[in-house]
């Protein structure tokens, strides 16, 4: 199914108490990280998306980072279980609004599980095992997309996403540390350069490929590949340990 839609929402006003470890945490710029995901939501639609964004939740600081709250598959929709406490209640207006379109099915507990963690190939998915998604939450997502899911385990990290993201044509982007993992095995793999592993979590819209700006040795890796590269000024999605796919669910 082509994707031509995505949905986004704006952060709030307590978008500075988001979860972070981010050494700039506390530098965030509201103002700015407002212009950025209006350039993000633009960028979206210059590249033949219909933008549907949701006003902001002040009540949880994360929720511009809708990609959690949901992973999408085959025309369904797994609404996720999120891996810490303060983020439950962020995906009551996603499922409103994604039930207009696809068949929805909740995770339950003991399952977390989160989108951040997902990575989407054309026939599979790969999933992180990590401090945000265990065994339970890939093993109901499974169940209800009904596909094959291939897993890399690494409790030390959040988000399976901001080490690895699929491109297209079978070509991966990864950090050094995943880059020989057997569930990358027969890909093309891109590996970024040390010191650019923020650009490993892109987003593929045809063939462009938005990477964050800044990283102009990880760009030129792509476009080595064949791909049209768009920069996008991330800063302040960063220190809210955002990227590039957190702020969007492409359908």
């Known amino acids: 199914m082509t994707s031509n839609k995505a949905l986004t929402r704006t952060p709030g006003r307590s978008y500075v108490g988001c979860?972070?470890?981010?050494?700039?945490?506390h530098t965030i710029d509201l103002s700015l990280a407002l212009e950025q995901h209006a350039v993000y939501c633009s960028t979206l639609r210059d590249l033949g998306l219909e933008v549907l964004t949701l006003p902001p939740d002040e009540n949880h600081p994360d929720a511009c980072f809708v990609e959690d709250t949901t992973v999408i598959h085959g025309g369904k929709a797994l609404i996720c279980r999120a891996g810490v406490e303060s983020r439950?209640?962020?995906?009551?207006?996603?499922?409103?609004?994604?039930?207009?379109?696809?068949?929805?099915?909740?995770?339950?507990?003991?399952?977390?599980?989160e989108g951040g963690d997902v990575v989407h190939f054309e026939d599979r998915l790969l999933s992180g095992l990590s401090q945000r998604t265990n065994a339970e939450g890939v093993k109901q997502m499974g169940e209800w997309l009904d596909v094959r899911i291939d897993t890399i385990e690494d409790p030390e990290i959040m988000h399976l996403k901001s080490y690895i993201t699929y491109l297209a044509r079978d070509t991966v982007i990864t950090t050094r540390a995943y880059a020989d993992h057997p569930a990358l095995a027969g890909m093309n793999v891109l590996v970024v350069p040390p010191g650019d592993e923020y650009a490993a979590d892109t987003l593929t819209i045809g063939d462009t490929v938005l990477m964050p700006a800044g990283r102009e040795r990880a760009h030129e890796l792509v476009r080595g590949a064949g791909f049209k590269v768009i920069a996008l000024d991330m800063s302040e999605i960063e220190k809210?340990?955002?990227a590039m796919t957190c702020l969007s669910l492409i359908f």
């Open 88 to 113: 439950r209640g962020e995906e009551a207006s996603i499922s409103d609004v994604l039930g207009q379109y696809m068949s929805l099915k909740s995770a339950v507990p003991p399952a977390t599980v």
């Open 19 to 25: 979860q972070s470890c981010h050494p700039k945490r």
């Open 240 to 242: 809210c340990d955002g």
